[in-house]
T-cell receptor
Framework: EPEVTQTPSHQVTQMGQEVILRCVPI?????FYWYRQILGQKVEFLVS????????KSEIFDDQFSVERPDGSNFTLKIRSTKLEDSAMYFC?????????????FGEGSRLTVL | GDSVTQMEGPVTLSEEAFLTINCTYT??????LFWYVQYPGEGLQLLLK?????DKGSNKGFEATYRKETTSFHLEKGSVQVSDSAVYFC????????FGQGTELSVKP
């Protein structure tokens, strides 16, 4: 069964360092998303991406964040200068269609710990 | 804005007990509603969905009915198993997917 894969599964970094989280969406999907879950809190929307552009972003997704699809398979989330409060589980998701009825398929997440 | 509210957890049940996890939503449009499940150490998996009012989604013995009049999408299962222990997330989609805060379920043998 096709699946969304994410790397790394866990990354520890120092405050102020740049971090890149990588995702390989399901191959025929066209819509890509990043969500995050701070420990014990709800899963929050960060950004959606289609046709090499950001479709929508949340207030959380400030200038420290960026997304990119550098090739035909990867979808990355970059945090330019990490802060302690960026510590969270980051989930990548993809969907085939951008319909409200469509399911998002999630990866297993990348846990980011900022020290 | 749009939002989802779930009952507080954790919920602890004995095996074969009846499960209800309440979920209500606020939305300006006509969203689809979803239940996702997160097993320990794993990602989010779709459990079931309903795309319009009065639809019932069902999967693995779980079911939920889209109630527009009460803006609810409560998750139910008649007889839970230890393997159902997980965190359950109610979500709506009107554009982006918006999650509730999650409800942890623990089923004891």
């Amino acid at each position: 069964e096709p699946e969304v894969t994410q790397t790394p599964s866990h990354q520890v970094t120092q405050m102020g360092q740049e971090v890149i989280l990588r995702c390989v969406p399901i191959s025929n999907h066209l819509y890509f998303y990043w969500y995050r879950q701070i420990l014990g809190q709800k899963v929050e929307f960060l950004v959606s991406f289609y046709n090499n552009e950001i479709s929508e972003k949340s207030e959380i997704f400030d200038d420290q964040f960026s997304v990119e699809r550098p090739d035909g398979s990867n979808f990355t989330l970059k945090i330019r200068s990490t802060k302690l409060e960026d510590s969270a589980m980051y989930f990548c998701a993809s969907s085939e269609l951008d319909l409200n009825t469509g399911e998002l398929f999630f990866g297993e997440g990348s846990r980011l710990t900022v020290l | 804005g749009d939002s989802v509210t779930q009952m507080e957890g954790p919920v602890t049940l004995s095996e074969e007990a009846f499960l209800t996890i309440n979920c209500t939503y606020t939305a300006t449009g006509y969203p689809s509603l979803f239940w996702y499940v997160q097993y320990p150490g794993e990602g989010l998996q779709l459990l079931l969905k309903a795309t319009k009012a009065d639809d019932k989604g069902s999967n693995k013995g779980f079911e939920a009915t889209y109630r527009k009049e009460t803006t609810s999408f409560h998750l139910e299962k008649g007889s839970v198993q230890v393997s159902d222990s997980a965190v359950y997330f109610c979500a709506l989609r009107w554009g982006k997917l918006i999650f509730g805060q999650g409800t942890e379920l623990s089923v004891k043998p």
